[in-house]
Structure formats: structure tokens, C-alpha cells
């Protein structure tokens, strides 16, 4: 069965340093999501891409988060500059052209700022 | 997507049936309604969508009244490995949007040997 991959399945960074987290989203799935879960919290969207551009933002995705799809496989998030509160676990998604509800996630990747 | 409300928790012994209902009193139209699972340390998983009536798949059933303002899943035998917590989204599927999903706190169900 397909899956959504993602690497590293752990990050350690300092603080001010630049991290990229990279998956893999589902061969012929279409659109792309990063979501983030805090230790604990509710799991949270962060930003869609479609087409080669981002479709949606929420209010977490400034300046310092860009995406990327510098391949026809991968799908990269970037974030400039990390803080502590960027400490969290990071998933991407993946659906199909229909039924916008039903993403297929990947393991996560724990970001870990100290 | 549409406000929800369902149980913060639920306990249930091994190879009970086990069932989650889930308000959402404002949906509309065009709302499906779509259900998530989650253990810890892990991804999200896509378990179940529907519009009305009874939907079933080889995990859950989901069964929705005709005036479509709750819906239960339904977990047949549970065991240990249900453990987890279980999300209920409702939204339309019917345009172009680009379906963020929006995860409340979901139902932590433990399952009790």
C-alpha cells in the first residue's frame, strides 16, 4: 500500500539554526499539507500547496516557514530561523484530486529547538 | 469546517463494540462528515467518510440519522491496538477549497485488557 514517507524521523537543532524537513507524499496524490502537533496539543494545519504554489496559510506559516517541491518527489518545509515553541512533532500530507477530506499523513518528524 | 462535539474520553473492555458519537449541529449541505484516528507518536489516519445512512469498510462502520446533525462510529471487537484518539471533521467536499483539516481534541479511547 502507498504511503507518505518523511526524513529525518528526528531533528535536533539549536535555536537561530535553519532546519528542512523533507517527505515524500503519495506518487499520484496532487495536494500537499504540513501540519504540526505540539507535545500534547491539537494537531495543526500549517500550509497547502497545489500546483507548484501554496493555496492556503494559516497564521503559524510566517515568514519564517517556506515550502518547497524542488522534484517531482519530494515536498520540503523549511523554517529560516527556529525558536524553542518551533519544538514539535511535523506532518505531511497527501490526498488524491477528490474527496478533500481524506489525507493520508506520514510518521512525523520530531523537531526538537534547544 | 463545521464546529463538532464529541466525548473527551471513552473506556471499553477487549472485544467490546464500541461507539463514538459525534453533534455537529450546524452542518450543512454539502458537509461530510469524516473520521481520524491517531496514536500516539504518529500520523493522523484517514478511517471513514460519509454523507447519510450506514457507510461501512473493513475498520468502522458510521452510521448518520436522516437529520444528519450527530454521527457514531462504530469500532466492532475491540482490542488493545484501538487504543487512541479519534477525531470527527465535518466539512464540504463539493468545491475547490483546499480542505485544511482542523482537528479538535478528539475522544481518547482506551481499550482495558
Known amino acids: 500500500e502507498p504511503e507518505v514517507t518523511q526524513t529525518p524521523s528526528h531533528q535536533v537543532t539549536q535555536m537561530g539554526q535553519e532546519v528542512i524537513l523533507r517527505c515524500v507524499p503519495i506518487?499520484?496524490?496532487?495536494?500537499f499539507y504540513w501540519y504540526r502537533q505540539i507535545l500534547g496539543q491539537k494537531v495543526e494545519f500549517l500550509v497547502s500547496f497545489y500546483n507548484n504554489e501554496i493555496s492556503e496559510k494559516s497564521e503559524i506559516f510566517d515568514d519564517q516557514f517556506s515550502v518547497e517541491r524542488p522534484d517531482g518527489s519530494n515536498f520540503t518545509l523549511k523554517i529560516r530561523s527556529t525558536k524553542l515553541e518551533d519544538s514539535a512533532m511535523y506532518f505531511c500530507?497527501?490526498?488524491?484530486?477528490?474527496?478533500?477530506?481524506?489525507?493520508?499523513f506520514g510518521p512525523g518528524t520530531r523537531l526538537t529547538v534547544t | 469546517l463545521a464546529k463538532t462535539t464529541q466525548p473527551i474520553s471513552m473506556d471499553s473492555y477487549e472485544g467490546q463494540e464500541v461507539n463514538i458519537t459525534c453533534s455537529h449541529n450546524?452542518?450543512?449541505?454539502?458537509?461530510?462528515i469524516t473520521w481520524y484516528q491517531q496514536f500516539p507518536s504518529q500520523g493522523p489516519r484517514f478511517i471513514i467518510q460519509g454523507y447519510k445512512t450506514k457507510v461501512t469498510n473493513e475498520v468502522a462502520s458510521l452510521f448518520i440519522p436522516a437529520d444528519r446533525k450527530s454521527s457514531t462510529l462504530s469500532l466492532p471487537r475491540v482490542s488493545l491496538s484501538d487504543t487512541a484518539v479519534y477525531y470527527c471533521l465535518v466539512g464540504d467536499i463539493s468545491g475547490a477549497g483546499s480542505y485544511q483539516l482542523t482537528f479538535g481534541k478528539g475522544t481518547k479511547l482506551s481499550v482495558i485488557p
Open positions: 506518487s499520484n496524490h496532487l495536494y
Open positions: 450546524n452542518i450543512a449541505t454539502n458537509d461530510y
Open positions: 500530507a497527501s490526498r488524491a484530486g477528490t474527496r478533500g477530506y481524506e489525507q493520508y
